[in-house]
């Protein structure tokens, strides 16, 4: 059975959450919004529709997405640390390289700032001074290298781990920013997100405001996490 225009519509918005957070929150301009859907939701149908009929189906959605009073909260109690110079490494994986890692990491452990594996690669982040040292003992299994970067790290209280939706509240803003990150990770509380060093001002400016405006909102005074 083919698609129908709602349907489509219902996709498109379900796979914006900015969109979901402006519908929901009720200042996204509905006129400027069917215009932008209009030539993605004629590429999924193969057809041309109609502008009222995307409008039509705009005003039916209801957004699945809406902020929390607990998301607002954990926000609210987080703050801000920043880590300058660093370099990121992605190796290949294999025994020879996990066990390098396990090395570096004991060796290195106050210059280490993430350690991660995946199916095939392994990846550290960690300050470009010792960059020698790690890039000479990983030597030809060395993937992709990259120095210049920072790392915002985000510190929340424990209610983080069970309260869904407070990660991609700080990714949204650095979005909208333009910031592209270059890695992530979750690590219990932490929430340590790399990027350029150039972009490093226009972040944690965009993660402070967020901040504050949680706490504006929620009457949260600071405090420890």
């Given at each position: ?41 004629e590429r999924i149908l193969g057809k ?178």
């Open positions: 059975m083919a698609d129908s225009i709602a349907e489509v519509v219902r996709r498109l918005v379900d796979s914006e959450v900015a969109v979901q957070e402006s519908l929901a929150k009720g200042y996204a301009n509905l006129s400027a919004l069917a215009r932008l859907l209009k030539p993605k939701v041309e529709v109609s502008f009222e009929s995307i409008l039509s189906a705009l005003k039916r959605v209801k957004p699945r997405y809406e902020g929390s009073e607990s998301v607002n909260r954990v926000i609210a109690r987080s703050t801000l640390s920043v880590r300058m110079d660093l370099a990121k490494v992605s190796v290949e994986k294999g025994r020879r390289t996990l066990s390098l890692m396990g090395r570096l990491i004991s060796e290195l452990h106050e210059s280490l700032i993430q350690a991660s594996t995946s199916l095939s690669a392994i990846t550290l982040i960690f300050d470009e001074r010792v960059k020698d040292r790690v890039l000479k003992a990983f030597g030809r299994d060395v993937l992709e290298f990259g120095d210049g970067l920072a790392a915002v790290i985000v510190q929340s209280p424990k209610e983080i781990v069970e309260t869904p939706g407070c990660m991609i509240a700080f990714y949204g803003q650095l979005s909208r920013e333009g910031i592209n990150i270059e890695d992530t990770v979750s690590c219990y509380t932490d929430t340590i997100i790399v990027i350029k060093r150039k972009d490093v001002g226009r972040a944690f400016s965009a993660l402070s405001r967020l901040i504050d405006e949680m706490r504006a909102l929620v009457g949260e005074e600071l405090g420890p996490p």
